[in-house]
């Protein structure tokens, strides 16, 4: 019954000393390993053995984090007072150096972050300060990493979350916004009329232009529908001279002295007490005379015949209605 006890009592405390001597380091952790106080290095990951009576470990994230600043009062270059927030995200890159040279990392992080984030405010002026935040983030994680380096820690990144600047000065940066905003509405609707005004005065040379164009082709046809009409005009007197020329071609002297006789009656019924009479009248009536006498004698001529030729059938000659003979 005893020893059955004391075999219990023994397996139980194998159990606690594998227990105790038995640790187990995930992928991103580190065990860094104290040997009767003394370091002598980092485990893991995975399964660790111990010796639960000399041994001792501290665990060691290796995952990036973050650290919160809060609010700090810093003096710009300008005297001008700010209050400033910013993270800083960091990581482990030597355990032991982690867990050796600083006791309380995030506590020294944040004073070190504080203490810097004053000299680097310190040295810009406050337009600068407003406006550049990416030159003075790439400032405070260099100066932060110099001195977080030895601590085997890295600064990776520093944001400047929030920069609350003094009421007055907040006051003047809101005029300036407005002013700003004002200016730039101004110059807008000015490049606006700008823009419209030469869209008017293109429009309008278009305008011109398409308008001169018209005319000028309207000149054109204008010019070529006189040419064409001319032509036909010409043709048309051409044609009319041919006709008159051919037909005076047939008219003989008689004709002519007849439409001349003519003209020279129709002078005469006009209501006008004065004529002028052409010096070659004379030989107009001469010709006239010339004229009716050879008419006489044509008609004589036909009256002899139609005697002769009715003598010879035996016929008598019958004289005219009234009685007189036909003239010799």
Do not use: C
């Amino acid at each position: 019954m005893i020893i059955g006890i004391v075999v219990g009592v023994v397996v139980l405390v194998a159990l606690i000393v594998v227990m105790k001597g038995v640790r187990i380091a995930r992928e991103y952790q580190r065990l860094v390993l104290f040997r009767l106080g003394r370091a002598i290095g980092t485990r893991g990951p995975g399964l660790v053995f111990l010796n639960p009576a000399t041994d001792r470990t501290t665990l060691v994230d290796l995952r990036e984090q973050y650290l919160e600043v809060p609010h700090q009062t810093a003096i710009t270059k300008d005297n001008a007072p700010i209050s400033i927030d910013f993270i800083i995200f960091y990581k482990v890159v030597d355990p032991s150096l982690s867990v050796l040279a600083v006791g309380n990392f995030a506590g020294a992080a944040l004073n070190v972050a504080a203490t810097t984030l004053r000299a680097v405010v310190g040295d810009m002026p406050l337009d600068d300060v407003l406006s550049k935040r990416e030159e003075m983030n790439a400032v405070l994680r260099t100066r932060l990493d110099e001195v977080t380096e030895r601590w085997g820690v890295k600064v990776t990144n520093v944001e400047v979350r929030e920069v609350n600047p003094p009421p007055g000065v907040q006051e003047a940066m809101t005029r300036q916004m407005s002013a700003e905003r004002t200016r730039r509405a101004l110059v807008t609707e000015a490049e606006g009329q700008k823009a419209a005004a030469i869209l008017a005065a293109e429009g309008q040379q278009r305008a011109q232009v398409t308008l001169a164009e018209g005319q000028k082709q309207a000149v054109v046809l204008s010019a070529e529908g006189e040419r064409q009409a001319a032509l036909l005009k010409a043709k048309g007197y051409s044609s009319a001279l041919e006709t008159i020329l051919q037909v005076a071609r047939t008219i003989d002297e008689n004709t002519l002295a007849l439409q001349y006789l003519d003209t020279l009656k129709q002078m005469g019924t006009s209501p006008s007490t004065t004529f002028v009479v052409p010096m070659e009248i004379g030989s107009l009536l001469n010709g006239v005379r010339g004229m009716l006498a050879a008419q006489q004698g044509a008609t004589s001529a036909r009256a002899a015949t139609a005697e002769l030729t009715a003598k010879a059938e035996g016929t008598p000659t019958q004289g005219k209605s009234n009685g007189a003979e036909p003239s010799e």
